[in-house]
T-cell receptor
């Protein structure tokens, strides 16, 4: 069974601080996605990374896919209260059409 | 209008009752999925369908059944609900191998 472990589970920071969320697995994924979910809504895709070592930037968010395609990180610079939410990583195995989701990181950005 | 809709949004029922959750999409996607979300466990796949005649079990299909009535409709049934099926249920669709679009979710409580 492929598992994706996210850390930390919970993070509470002050507005303006930087943070990094990690997504780790012992399995190789052909691509990895990051979703953000707000209360009462479904997850919304932020980014997909497909190449080992790939780095993608989305405004203040930087996503990195590990060289071995087993792990990923999400770095937020100068967090804002609007960044509050549940961040989920999800991996697609080479031979599968199913996404495997991590357990999520719940982020609270305090004003 | 939302691309993926779910009904009902909230449901409280009693142990032993039959429940149906419905999902409709206007994205024209062939692939549809049902997930459940529990605190600390992320999203777990219940069933998925790649076209109208294709139904596949996910990692936690016991106690659930599905019906793909049309390309745009995919319903999830709990034949005899039990309390540990209390959870958030999400429907998702995809047109490609990885990117999935989620509905707003159904909060189900089984008493």
């Amino acid at each position: 069974t492929q598992l994706l472990k996210q850390s930390p589970q919970f993070l509470s920071i002050q507005e303006g601080e930087n943070l990094t969320v990690y997504c780790n697995s012992s399995s190789v994924f052909s691509s990895l996605q990051w979703y953000r979910q707000e209360p009462g809504e479904g997850p919304v895709l932020l980014v997909t990374v497909v190449t080992g070592g790939e780095v993608k930037k989305l405004k203040r968010l930087t996503f990195q896919f590990g060289d071995a395609r087993k792990d990923s990180s999400l770095h937020i610079t100068a967090a804002q209260t609007g960044d509050t939410g549940l961040y989920l990583c999800a991996g697609l195995a080479d031979s599968s059409y199913k996404l495997i989701f991590g357990s999520g990181t719940r982020l609270l950005v305090r004003p | 209008d939302a691309d993926v809709t779910q009904t009902p949004r909230n449901r409280i029922t009693k142990t032993g009752k039959r429940i149906m959750l419905e999902c409709s999409q206007t994205k024209g996607h062939d692939r549809m999925y049902w997930y459940r979300q529990d605190p600390g466990l992320g999203l777990r796949l219940i069933y998925y369908s790649f076209d109208v005649k294709d139904i596949n079990k996910g990692e936690i299909s016991d106690g659930y059944s599905v019906s793909r009535q049309a390309q745009a409709k995919f319903s999830l049934s709990l034949e005899s609900a039990i309390p540990n099926q209390t959870a958030l249920y999400f429907c998702a669709t995809s047109g490609t191998r990885d990117t999935q679009y989620f509905g707003p979710g159904t909060r189900l409580t089984v008493l």
